[in-house]
């Protein structure tokens, strides 16, 4: 691959998108292989997935701009179903997925991240969707997920406003979880993703599925959801072992993912 690299340390899986001559963009090519590298993960051995951009300015500096400027109207419409099929690909991966946003994450890169589970930053991050300043609608999710995460108004007012804003302000309004050192970042991002590792897989990933499908379900039918998701935990080797665990005092768990 030429614009990702992917690593596995232990249980966890680093894809990094490497583009730096346009400050990790995403044109089809990055798009196309972005999604072969998800595809690729081994979910057996990788436990969680963390996301980064290459180099120290930008996590992803929005969609490729040279790329969409002369899109038709159908064109428009299959660039954005390219990058939508791409990140919701990332949003219902069984694993989670944790954005470490080391930069700049404008349009498509802000879409990135909160196509993620969990996000990350460093100090001078800079979140934003500057669609509606470049004549176009957020066409990666943005539209749907923004106001999701933070709530529709201030979604509204970031949009409309095609408004930047900063690490700390992300981190006021709910976009990120954690703000870091640029240096600590990667590390940290490495540490919560090995705190997540070890707990039981089944769990992680049925919590994961009984969160993302109960948000868009009314109450009565995500209780289901819940229900079945939570029922499918016993009987299973990481069931017996986590409570085994606990009625005999033992502290050492080794979850297998069965
Ligand atoms: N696309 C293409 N190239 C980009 C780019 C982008 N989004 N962002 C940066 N680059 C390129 C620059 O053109 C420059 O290339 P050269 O001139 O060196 O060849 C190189 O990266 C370095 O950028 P700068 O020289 O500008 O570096 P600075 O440090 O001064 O500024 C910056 C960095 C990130 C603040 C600035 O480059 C910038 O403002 N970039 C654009 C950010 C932006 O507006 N992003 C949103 C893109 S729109 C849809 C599908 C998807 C979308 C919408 C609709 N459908 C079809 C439904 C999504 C849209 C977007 O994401």
């Known amino acids: 691959m030429e614009f990702i690299k992917y690593d596995v340390e232990g249980m966890v899986g680093i894809i990094t998108i490497d583009r730096p001559k346009a400050m990790n963009a995403l044109n089809s090519d990055v798009l196309k292989e972005l999604g072969s590298a998800v595809d690729a993960v ?23 701009i040279g790329e969409m400027k002369d899109l038709s109207k159908s ?16 949003e219902t991966l069984p694993i989670p997925v944790i954005a470490a946003v ?10 990135l991240s909160m196509a993620c589970d969990i996000r990350l ?24 997920r923004l106001s999701r995460i933070v709530g529709v108004g201030i979604a509204k007012e970031l949009i409309y406003g095609a408004a930047n804003i900063k690490a700390d302000e992300a981190f006021r309004i709910g976009l ?27 769990a992680v990933r049925n919590a994961k599925k009984a969160i993302n499908d109960g948000i868009d379900q009314p109450m009565d039918e995500a209780i289901v959801t819940e229900e079945k998701l939570f029922g499918d935990c016993f009987e299973t080797h990481d069931q017996a072992e986590g409570m085994g665990a606990f009625i005999e005092k033992r502290k050492e768990k080794t979850f297998t993912n069965s």
């Open 42 to 64: 081994d979910l057996d051995a990788v436990r969680v997935l963390i996301i980064t951009g290459g180099g120290e300015k930008s996590f992803v500096a929005g969609a490729d």
């Open 75 to 90: 064109e428009g419409e299959e660039f954005g179903k390219r990058g939508n099929d791409v990140f919701r690909k990332i």
């Open 102 to 111: 080391n930069g700049y994450a404008l349009g498509g890169g802000c879409e």
């Open 121 to 144: 930053c460093s100090e001078n991050a800079l979140f934003g969707q500057p669609e509606t300043g470049l004549g176009i609608t957020p066409g990666f999710g943005g539209t749907q």
């Open 176 to 202: 990120v979880n954690h703000v870091y050192p640029a240096e600590e970042l990667m590390d940290n991002a490495k540490k919560l993703a090995n705190k997540i590792a070890n707990n039981a897989p089944i």
